[in-house]
């Protein structure tokens, strides 16, 4: 009769093995474990563990591409905030696009869905705040929305400057917008079903092309 195998015995279970790749391309690969992990368990669960784990690597290979977790979530906030708002940004007009506010705010609205669709994990953390979202990160997205609605406000003194009617507020209205693009933009998270992108950006054309004429 054999005797009972202990547990210093059994063969180990074999860490996760991660081949060798440029750093560049680990650090992307571990800041989007990093995201992944906050987006489906919140900022509580975030770890060197966590990552580690959802990147299916050893510890060993995280603290190779980042000093501590500080370091890398603070990576990470930079790079989400590059590609949210700087993207986001972009989508202001130019003086040629002053000609036509009304088509220009509906082809907004359709690069606006279109982000959604495609990075809606950056989106989730920005339009669905989680309650455990560390003050830092919070002040960040703060600060780059108001920044989005200064430039919104900017363009609509541009396109008020020039035009009759009754008198509109352009702070006031950039506040309304933004609120208004970010409530549409839950909606997309949450339900992406309940408006087309294509019949949301029409009735943005049609609202404000009542008010604001395109012209000659």
């Not at 541009?158 to 970010?182: F, I, K, T, Y």
């Not at 992406?192 to 604001?212: N, S």
């Amino acid at each position: 009769m054999s005797a009972p195998t202990s547990s210093a015995d059994r063969p180990r279970k074999r860490r996760p093995y991660a081949p060798r790749v440029p750093i560049a391309e680990r650090r992307e690969q571990l800041l989007d474990a990093a995201l992944a992990v906050i987006v489906s368990d919140g900022y509580d669960r975030v770890s060197i563990d966590a990552i580690a784990k959802k990147a299916d690597v050893a510890r060993s290979v995280v603290y190779g591409a980042f000093e501590n977790l500080d370091t890398l979530l603070t990576a990470l906030l930079d790079r989400q905030q590059a590609r949210a708002f700087g993207r986001l940004l972009e989508t202001i007009p130019t003086a040629e696009d002053l000609r036509d506010p009304a088509a220009f705010a509906s082809e907004a609205v359709r690069r606006m869905s279109a982000m959604l669709r495609e990075d809606p994990d950056t989106w989730r953390l920005i339009l669905l705040t989680p309650g455990n979202m560390p003050t830092v990160v919070r002040d960040r997205i703060e600060a780059d929305r108001e920044r989005f609605r200064c430039r919104v406000e900017a363009w609509l003194s541009l396109v008020l400057a020039d035009r009759s009617g009754p008198a509109l507020d352009p702070q006031v209205l950039a506040h309304a917008l933004v609120a208004c693009a970010e409530h549409f933009g839950r909606i997309a998270l949450t339900d992406p079903g309940r408006f087309d992108p294509a019949h949301l950006t029409g009735q943005v054309e049609v609202i404000l092309g009542a008010i604001w004429p395109p012209t000659r």
